[in-house]
């Protein structure tokens, strides 16, 4: 089912589980029994926007007027580590760093969080608040998750959920 479908709204974006390969199957319902609609299913979960992307184009029983709708679906992209962070292109989609980060500061101004594995290191910009476990200095993370964005040429991630426990504490931070 597609959450806040409006006959007006002509574009979707349907977040999915890292992992996911399978195409979900799209079926519709027209609501005038003289249309009629031409469907173009995704192709590929791992390709780019248009591989990712079901189209519908319906066309009203006046034979003239049509709508097109598009669902793309974006499932989590898993990454490594931070190094393999730091090289992703698509700033559209979300990204699980599956290794662990070690927690290496934080502030409270937007609930900024600094990590860092034996690759990189990356800012947390947290400003509303989706990481609600409470972490130390030192304290190791597996599997956070958010979007990436751009501050003034500094990669940041804004994270989408809580990743939960602290995979391991009283780590030594080593500057990178």
């Not at 679906?73 to 990204?95: C, H, Q, S």
């Not at 980060?101 to 990356?122: C, M, P, Q, S």
């Amino acid at each position: 089912t597609l959450e806040g479908f409006e006959a007006a709204k002509t574009n979707y974006v349907v977040e999915m589980d890292a992992g996911v390969t399978l195409v979900p199957t799209v079926t519709y319902t027209l609501t005038d029994e003289n249309a009629t609609a031409d469907q173009t299913d995704a192709t590929d979960l791992a390709g780019d926007v248009a591989a990712r992307t079901t189209t519908i184009i319906v066309l009203a029983q006046d034979g003239t007027t049509t709508m097109t709708y598009e669902i793309l679906f974006n499932p989590v992209l898993e990454v490594a580590d931070l190094a393999a962070l730091r090289a992703a292109t698509d700033m559209d989609r979300k990204y699980k760093v599956t290794g662990e980060v070690v927690l290496t500061h934080k502030d409270g101004y937007r609930n900024k969080k600094y990590f860092e594995d034996a690759t990189g290191g990356i800012e947390i910009d947290d400003s509303p608040g989706n990481i609600t476990t409470a972490y130390n200095v030192g304290d190791g993370v597996t599997g956070l998750t958010g979007e990436l964005g751009d501050y003034y040429g500094m990669l940041q991630m804004n994270p989408t959920d809580d990743p939960g426990a602290a995979s391991s504490t009283g780590n030594a931070v080593e500057p990178q």
